[in-house]
């Protein structure tokens, strides 16, 4: 047995940070969209003992192991698997690739072993795992509250596509929350509790201008300054939008219309020359991540 999925990265179309909340995390409103940029992961089963994950180039405790921990503990009984992950997205970067890796092997999970695993089991444990994971299990558009776990499915924007601009840097989620607390960047909660239905309130269409707002960007400039110099380089290839992604420190550029794919495309040729890494990506749906057999 054999199956492969592929693990949208995201970008956060709006990212605003609100009060904090009893259990020391922030309330949040974000617009969470999948892109075609993505890890792809292969599960197998091996004769082991024991679950193996193996992730080329990265080090460390993997969020795939907390998954198919988590699993097993709800009852999936699958005979032992291997997953390898071919990382595409940039670690550490705000673009999601670990908790997309997770919500990847959410999707094959009952796939393996049908009749073990409650959805409901999944959706428990998505929750669990981390706040990016929700919206990536089924990959799409989503309004992200709460503090970001509580997702809302949304219908498809306009026409619109990416430039990506990975930088040659890392930066902690967790480092970046707390700068932007040093920042007093968090919005009172009468500033906050109106943006939910705004956000949701695009479906067919494009976003209005002043939604598309990242509140952690200034916090991941503070820590990584390079990051202002890729916004300014993006913002010249004519991207209607330069924004950070996430948690940063990530920069991407949003084109609107029906050329919208060529134009990042163009856009991710001219940056190569000082980014290497920029490519072009659009926004994918549920259909993208369908694990297959190998």
Same mark, same amino acid.
């Given at each position: 047995?054999? +199956? ?41 089963? #091996? ?16 969020? $795939? ?5 988590? +699993? ?10 291997? $997953? ?58 989503? +309004? ?31 480092? $970046? ?101 920029? #490519? ?15």
């Amino acid at each position: 047995m054999k +199956l492969v999925a592929r693990a949208p990265g995201k970008v956060n179309l709006c990212l605003l940070l609100g009060p904090l909340r009893p259990d020391g995390r922030h309330e949040v409103a974000t617009l969470i969209e999948s892109v075609s940029l993505a890890d792809e992961l292969e599960l197998a089963g #091996i004769d082991g003992p024991d679950d193996e994950v193996v992730c080329p180039g990265v080090s460390g405790p993997n969020i $795939v192991s907390r998954a198919l921990d988590g +699993l097993r503990a709800r009852g999936w009984d699958a005979p032992p698997v291997r $997953v390898t992950i071919d990382k595409r997205i940039p670690v550490a970067a705000g673009m999601g690739g670990g908790s997309a890796d997770a919500a990847a092997v959410l999707r094959m999970a009952p796939v393996v072993a049908p009749a073990a695993l409650p959805e409901a089991a999944v959706a428990e444990l998505a929750a669990e795992l981390g706040t990016d994971v929700p919206s990536a299990v089924e990959p799409g558009l989503y +309004l992200g509250t709460g503090a970001g776990e509580v997702v809302e499915r949304l219908l498809p924007l306009a026409p619109h596509a990416f430039v990506i601009v990975p930088q040659p840097h890392l930066l902690s989620t967790a480092d $970046v929350y707390r700068e932007a607390d040093r920042l007093g960047l968090p919005r009172e909660a009468a500033d906050f509790s109106s943006w939910p239905e705004s956000l949701a309130a695009s479906p067919g269409g494009r976003l209005a201008p002043e939604l598309i707002v990242n509140d952690l960007a200034p916090a991941a400039i503070s820590l990584c300054p390079p990051v202002a110099a890729a916004l300014t380089a993006v913002g010249e290839t004519g991207a209607d939008v330069a924004l950070v992604c996430g948690s940063g420190p990530t920069v991407a550029g949003l084109f609107w219309g029906e050329a919208a794919s060529e134009r990042a495309g163009s856009a991710a040729a001219e940056l190569a020359r000082q980014y290497p890494r920029a #490519i072009s990506a659009s926004p994918v749906g549920q259909e993208f991540g369908i694990p297959l057999r190998k």
